[in-house]
């Protein structure tokens, strides 16, 4: 039996075997607070069901379904979940997908992880999309993103590629199609690099804004809307990005428009990150730190994530 997670608008559910965890309210998918603020508040483990349900997601295949549309199959060892970022971003694309102009009907999908994403705007959005890119570093996301496309039933409608071993737009290849991406979106690494850390994986899945930057910096080369995620944390890199980026498209004579069009302030949870005192102190003039009991901060830290969209117009100015 898998466990599974089951992620609505308003709620999300833990269940295992006939064993549910109801939650009205969430800040994060797997909204634990024992490790990040106040373990007397977790709504998981103060449940009866709490540990048990634990137990299975932290061992076997767990089964992760969005909004009724997308249904994932995500195993805590081989790489990371759907975040609470995922649903903003796909909640912003879907207020925003009228403003998408889609030309050659083409996604691509940028550090594409379980595959979620793509895969949820692809399904939704079938008769604005017929060619996919799902494009990550590692072969295991791979892996998961071609068994998550199957059991969605994506098939090869829309079309699709995988692009493995590819660390930044640089080494983007344009869709069959040949033609530019309409739209591109990216939930990539952001945090500065931690020089502390001798660990590959994590280095390269935590600590490490190549991708962000590379897609600021030459992602308008294959597409002409972007979206991707940013944060408090990085603001001063990636507003550095911006401008090169602007002086860069400018004197080709291509206007580029970047704005954010969302913020969330979100919990911090990443064991990675808190278990290491000297990093936190590093980060905490960019993070919000609750210092005092308030009845509705569960966690102590706390940043601002940023969604940021790039829209190219590719007309001389």
């Known amino acids: 039996m898998k466990a599974h997670i ?4 308003e709620s999300i559910e833990y269940i295992y075997e006939n064993k549910v965890i109801h ?17 007397e508040a977790c709504p998981i483990h103060t449940h009866q069901y709490g540990e048990e349900i634990e137990m299975q997601v932290n061992s076997s295949m767990v089964n992760i379904k969005l909004y009724d549309i997308v249904d994932i199959y995500w195993m805590r060892d081989d790489l990371w979940p759907p975040s609470i970022v995922t649903i903003h971003i796909i909640n912003t694309i ?33 008769n604005k999309i ?37 660390q930044d ?6 869709a069959a199609t040949n033609v530019i991406y309409d739209l591109i979106v990216s939930n990539p690494p952001y945090l500065p690099h931690n020089k502390d ?7 390269e899945t935590i600590y490490c804004s190549g991708l962000l930057k590379s897609i600021i910096e030459r992602g308008w080369k294959i597409g002409n809307t972007i979206y991707f995620v940013g944060s408090e944390i990085i603001d001063r890199e990636i507003n550095k990005e911006i401008e090169k980026l602007h002086q860069s ?15 969330k302030i979100i919990p911090l949870r990443i064991p990675e990150i808190l278990s290491q005192d000297e990093y936190i102190e590093y980060i905490k003039p960019k993070i919000i730190e609750v210092k005092k009991r308030i009845d509705n901060a569960k ?10 969209k790039i829209s190219v117009k590719r007309k001389p100015i």
């Open 6 to 9: 089951i992620v609505n608008e």
């Open 23 to 39: 939650l009205d309210q969430y800040e994060l998918i797997w909204d634990c607070t024992c490790y990040s603020g106040r373990s």
């Open 94 to 126: 879907d207020k925003d997908i009228k403003n998408i102009k889609f030309k050659k009907s083409t996604l691509l999908d940028a550090g594409a992880g379980t595959g979620v994403i793509g895969i949820y705007i692809a399904k939704k959005y079938n």
């Open 130 to 166: 017929k060619y996919v890119t799902f494009m990550d570093a590692y072969i295991l996301p791979l892996i998961y993103t071609a068994v998550n496309i199957n059991r969605n039933k994506l098939k090869m409608t829309p079309k699709y590629e995988l692009s493995y071993g590819i």
């Open 169 to 174: 737009t640089k080494e983007i290849p344009k």
């Open 197 to 203: 850390s001798d660990d590959d994986i994590v280095l």
């Open 249 to 263: 498209t400018k004197k080709r004579g291509i206007k580029i428009e970047v704005n954010i069009i969302r913020k």
């Open 299 to 308: 966690h102590r830290y706390y940043q601002e994530k940023y969604i940021y």
